[in-house]
Structure formats: structure tokens, C-alpha cells
């Protein structure tokens, strides 16, 4: 890092900080700013969840292709919004809830795959519905009205469907 390029970045960092705000910002190569944490990064979880906000109320639709972004279902939603960081999950909930490895609730992290079964399909053991959790006990989906959404896992419907969680990341 030339001299020039770590002045623009402690700089920011102190400007940053200064300002209280919850994520610090670094100048990059290019002098582009980035979201960085103290240690200079952000988690992959952290990144797919905020490439994901940028669709919130994206519309629902069941069986929705995995080649558009105008509408999602759960499944084609967590395909694309991973595909963007390297993982190439598969296009049904079901299938995508045997990747990685189990994660218990207890050890989510941001960026977990979360499995349900809920809606006109669940028995109360196939998954039929995925999110990408969030963090503080919340997950970000897509169902229904008003699509691309966070809902709390904890309590509530989400809690009394909840399946499983898988890390792929």
C-alpha cells in the first residue's frame, strides 16, 4: 500500500470513528470507500445480508425463475443473493437444506441458511421454506405479501416452523 492510499485510509477510519458510526469506511485500491469492520473487513454473512436488503420488498412468487430479480420465491432469492459471494446453492429449499454443515440455533451466525416448514406443503419435517439469517435473533426471506422481508425467529409463526440451519459460508 503506497503512502498516499494509507493516508486516505486512516483518514477515513478516524473520521469515522469520530462520528460514531457502526461500521468504519476505508479508501480501497481504486480510492472506491468500502464497509469495513475494525479489522479492515467485513464477514461474507455481513455482505450477502446487505446485497440482499437491496431487494427488500422485492415481490414473492412461488416457483419464481432463478433468471430474473423482479420477483423471488425463498429459494431462488438465498440462490442469488449467495451466488453473488462464490456459493452456488441448489434451486429448491429442500435441496439447498443439505448443504454445509448443521448449525444449531444456538450458534447462528449472520449468513446461516435457516430451514422451515411452513405453508400448504409442510408436514412439520420437510423443509418447504429458507432464509439467510441476520443476526439478534432475525432472518431475512421472502413469502407472500410484502416479499423480500426480515421476520423474527424467535417467536411468533417462524419460531413454531423452524427446522434447522445449515452454514455454507
Known sequence: ????????????ISLSASLGMGSLLAAGPAGQAEAATSSYSISKGQKVINFGKKYMGTPYKFGASTSTTRVFDCSSFMKHIFKQYGVYLPRTSAAQSKMGKAVSKSNLQKGDLVFFSSGSRANGRN??????YVGNGKFMHTYGKPGVMVSTLTSGHWSKTYLKARRVL
Open 127 to 132: 423443509v418447504t421454506h429458507v432464509g439467510v
Open 1 to 12: 500500500m503506497n503512502k498516499q492510499t494509507w493516508i486516505k485510509k486512516a483518514v477515513m
